[in-house]
């Protein structure tokens, strides 16, 4: 390709609405255009890369047993009242009615219509195991896009499902699929973490997602510095700090005046915080549910939401705390009765707390559980924390940001029970089918990239997804001989399986076309010059180098093949 045929239009500052990395030198390099909130144009640069993701992701599925299909983006809503999910996606599920009024939905996944189709082509065992894949758009009103394409309205997934007829082929698939992830990420120059994850409104029982280290990621992981734990701050667990033990001490009430955070509380008593107990009250799906937790720990509202199995879960508002009888700042289980109370089993690993009175103004000194209050459910709803002790082996806790570029989940039976997808075994009985669903945001996945692999000048693409493998810089082009040297080098490279960006501009500097190499990002820049071609030579230098290095006219093709491959 030649710059003066490309598409695009590289811009020399960044864009006033770019947030990340990847959005700024996606937008400045022309690689999208943003035609509406979280929906892009994908331009030449961009599509080639994404090209070559799917090329890589459909191999190693195909590898791994997958068959390739294409299922409708356009659905009908009833398949998704069906399996109860129309409720559970919220907002965020696009919907609309066609010209006979019947309700539509712009698919964000694809289970449903996998569902249907495993219900015809499903009949026995015989039938089973199978992987079905394909790479189709998906559609997801999110409340706010953001970061170009790691949080978009419209994106491009693969998404594969596995089918087996019981628990043992449900595990094998899903280790076969893990593998494939790996693979396509390593295979992308991506070095991605598995780490257990929630499994959100997609269901199922277990799920790991594939998270790309980068510090502008949404995402925290939770890894161990003693073994291979590694989970989504959603789902991660650890050993909470333990506290000193002590005999039991008489209640007695306190002035606090003004006192409404734990801060303030530890401030004023010159307590720890890890010795006072934090309320917070949830409305979930309509229900105001009070929440105790020690107050040093943060309420992890994934598990919290999970437990509750509630479709909305969201901070009680002032009015509805007040409604509820509720005294903010001063709230506490102790004598609280006619609200459900959900506490975190910190509360059983200490004594003499300090805990609201349940009026303004005052808090209690010495509460303890169970003799001074009592809560419905104690379980594990607390975050996990950087520095705390690993449940598994005892080492330290880290945290990692990353971005998410892959999901994986054990369904079970969820869809097969709930939409009658069955099979006859051996003893011609009817079984559910034992579902897995994967998925990998393809453009998400590019951007990622980018995150992880840039400096301030630009991209720094791997090779294996890069647009192409070299920029080639043609110096002096009004100089016939440079101009010549310039074209049969191009020529000469793709010929060899080299894929080339040939800069053909003639008016533009050195200077102006070094740094859209750089910014653009591709593994290998080639300079062709008045200076090099004296001496039988061009210059090459690799995205990062800071020498470059002086290459042989006659056996170049093989000189850059081995500075890319090798």
């Known amino acids: 390709m030649r710059f003066t045929r490309l598409m695009t239009k590289t811009m020399r500052t960044d864009p006033a609405e770019a947030e990340t990395p990847s959005h700024r030198y996606m937008l400045r390099t022309g690689m999208v255009f943003q035609v509406a909130a979280g929906v892009y144009a ?11 993701i799917e090329g890589i992701i459909r191999e190693e599925m195909d590898a791994a047993g997958g068959q390739e299909i294409r299922m409708p983006a356009l659905q009908p809503i009833e398949l998704w009242d069906e399996s109860g999910r129309s409720k559970t996606f919220g907002k965020a599920l696009f919907t609309l009615k066609d010209r006979r009024e019947r309700g539509m939905v712009l698919a964000p996944t694809h289970e449903e219509v996998i569902s249907q189709l495993a219900k015809t082509y499903i009949q026995s065992y015989r039938d089973l ?89 949404e995402d925290t992981v939770i890894t161990c510095d003693g073994c291979d734990y590694a989970a989504n701050l959603e789902r991660a667990t650890g050993v909470k700090p333990p506290l000193a033990p002590e005999a039991p001490l008489p209640m007695e009430e306190v002035s606090t005046p003004g006192v409404k955070t734990i801060a303030a509380l530890s401030d004023f008593l010159r307590a720890p915080e890890s010795k006072t107990l934090k309320a917070v009250f949830y409305d979930a799906d309509g229900e105001t549910v009070f929440v105790t937790i020690r107050g040093d720990l943060e309420v992890n509202e994934v598990k919290l939401s999970n437990h509750l ?29 006619g609200i459900r109370r959900v506490a975190d089993d910190s509360i059983l690993s200490g004594a003499n707390f300090v805990v609201g009175a349940n009026k303004p103004g005052a808090h209690l000194l010495n509460a303890n559980y169970p003799r001074d209050f009592e809560v419905d459910e104690v379980l594990d709803i607390a975050m996990a924390a950087a520095g705390q002790e690993c449940p598994g082996c005892g080492g330290t806790l880290k945290s ?142 690799r995205r990062g180098d800071k020498a470059a290095t002086l290459l042989p006219l006659a056996d170049v093709e093989q000189d850059v093949k081995g500075l890319l491959f090798t």
């Open 42 to 52: 994908y331009l030449p640069l961009a599509w080639r890369s994404l090209r070559k």
């Open 129 to 217: 195991p199978v992987i079905p894949y394909q790479i189709q758009t998906k559609f997801r009103d999110e409340p706010r896009s953001r970061a170009g394409l790691i949080r978009v309205r419209e994106f491009d997934m693969k998404d594969a499902y596995s089918l087996d007829a019981d628990e043992d082929g449900l595990e094998s698939s899903y280790r076969a699929m893990a593998q494939a992830y790996r693979n396509i990420y390593e295979r992308c120059g991506l070095p991605a973490l598995m780490a257990e994850a929630d499994s959100g409104a997609i269901g199922g029982k277990d799920s790991h997602e594939f998270i790309l280290p980068t510090p502008t990621g």
């Open 309 to 337: 199995k509630a479709a909305a879960l969201r901070l009680a508002t002032e009015e509805e705390v007040s409604r509820a009888g509720l005294v903010a700042g001063s709230a506490s289980p102790v004598g609280l009765e």
């Open 400 to 541: 990692v940001r990353g971005i998410e570029v892959g999901h994986i989940f054990k369904l079970g039976t969820f869809y097969s029970e709930t939409m009658g997808v069955q099979y006859l075994d051996r003893e011609g009985r009817r079984r559910p089918v034992i579902m897995g669903c994967y998925g990998i945001g393809v453009g998400r996945l590019l951007a990622a990239a980018i995150e992880q692999n840039h400096d301030d000048k630009g991209i720094r693409f791997p090779v294996p997804i890069a647009p192409y493998h070299v920029h080639l810089v043609g110096l002096n082009l009004t100089d016939p001989d440079v101009a010549t040297a310039a074209e049969d080098l191009y020529r000469r490279l793709w010929n060899a399986g080299v894929e080339c960006l040939y800069d053909d501009r003639p008016e533009e500097t050195a200077g102006v076309k070094f740094n859209d190499a750089d910014l653009l990002g591709l593994p290998l820049r080639v300079v062709v010059s008045r200076r090099a071609l004296a001496n039988g030579s061009v210059e090459a230098r």
